[in-house]
C-alpha cells in the first residue's frame, strides 16, 4: 500500500522533507540484526509506501508540497536533490507570491477555493501512479493562516475526492508562548474542521518535543530544525513497515505485557481491542531496538481545554473577530467550532 504526504505551509513542509529524510536514511541503512531476505522484503514495502522509481534509481517521494509563498518550497526542493539520496518530484508543487498572514480565513476561505483544481490535479496525479493507494498523510501547523485553514480546505478537497481513502492528519500543536497572537482562534478552527473530515489526528506539541531537545538531547541552542528531527524520527518509526518474524507479509499483533490490564482503558472497550504490537526484526534508523506508542487518550485533554479556553476569551471580547469576518468566517462559525471542541473534551474527560 502507498501513502501520498500532502506537505502545507511552511512548517508542513519544513517537517515533511525531514520525514522523507529520516525514511530514506533508513531504507539505505545497513542492518545485521535480520537476515538478507527479512531486510529485502522491508526495504522493497517501504519504498512502495512513501516512494516512487524513476529511471535514474533515485528515489522520488510520494509527496504534493503546497505554501502561498515560493521561498520555503524552492529551499525544500533543492535540499531533497542535493542529498543525493532522494528528491521530490519538481512538478508536484504549488505555491504562490502572497502568503496567508497567519489568518486561517485567508487560507480556508480565500487561497482553498481559488486553487483548489490545481491543489487537487496534483494530488490525483500523485494517486494514481500508486498500484496500491492506501491513503492521504498531511503534514501542517494549527497556528498560522496556509497549514492551517488551507490545510482543513484540502483535507475536506480529499475526503470529498477519495470518500474511501484514510486520511491521517498531523497537526503541531502551537507553544504555549507561541508569536502568532491569533494562533488559538486558528487552532480551534483548524481542529473542528479536521474532527469533521479526518480519519485520525496524529499530534505533535511544540513544548513536549522542545523539552525531549533539552532535557533528553541535552541540545543548548535549540533549533525548528532540532525540533522537526525528533518529529520526523518519531512519525518514521510509527510508519516503519511491521511483518511477522518470518518476513511475510501479515502483521503480528501480539498484545504486550501490561498493556492488557483492563484499568488503562474505558470499561466499554475489550482490553483485546483495546492494544495491539505490532513487530519487525527489522531496526529503526541504527537501533538495536526500539519502540513506538501511538495512543488515543486523554493526553491532549488540558493542552486542547487551554486552547479553546483562551480563544474563548479572546472571542468573547471580539477581539481580531474582524479579520476573520472579512474573509467570510462569521461568529456563528466560530461557536460552531467551539461547540464541536466542547463535545470532544466531554467525551474524551468521561473515558
Known sequence: MSIVTVQLGQCGNQIGHEVFNTLCSDICGTHGLCSKKENESYHDSCKERFFCEEESGVPVARAVLVDMEPKVISQTLSMAARSGHWKYNSQAHFCQK?????????GYSVHGPRHKEAIMNLVQKEAEKCDRLGGFFTIMSMAG?????LGAFVTQCLR?????????????????????????????????????SSDALLVHENDVIHKICAQLMNIKQISFRDVNQVIAHQLGSVFQPA????????YSRNPLGSFQDPSLYTSWL????????WKTPRAFNKYEKSAALV?????????????????????????????????????EDFLDCFTTLEQVISSYTNL
Request: proline share 4%.
Open 295 to 331: 495512543s488515543n487518550s486523554q493526553f491532549l485533554l488540558k493542552p486542547l481545554d487551554s486552547i479553546v479556553g483562551k480563544a474563548w476569551n479572546m472571542f468573547a471580547s471580539k477581539a481580531y473577530i474582524h479579520q476573520y469576518t472579512k474573509f467570510g468566517i462569521q461568529e
Open 160 to 196: 470529498d475526492a477519495f470518500p474511501t481513502s484514510f486520511i491521517l492528519n498531523h497537526v503541531i500543536w502551537p507553544y504555549g508562548t507561541g508569536e502568532v497572537i491569533v494562533q488559538n482562534y486558528n487552532s480551534v478552527l483548524t481542529l473542528s474542521h479536521l474532527y469533521q
Open 145 to 149: 493562516g496556509t497549514g492551517s485553514g
Open 243 to 250: 511483518h511477522t518474524a518470518g518476513g511475510g507479509s501479515g
Open 98 to 106: 502572497q502568503g496567508s498572514g497567519n489568518n486561517w480565513a485567508n
Open 270 to 277: 475489550n482490553p483485546q481491542d483495546a492494544f495491539n504490537a
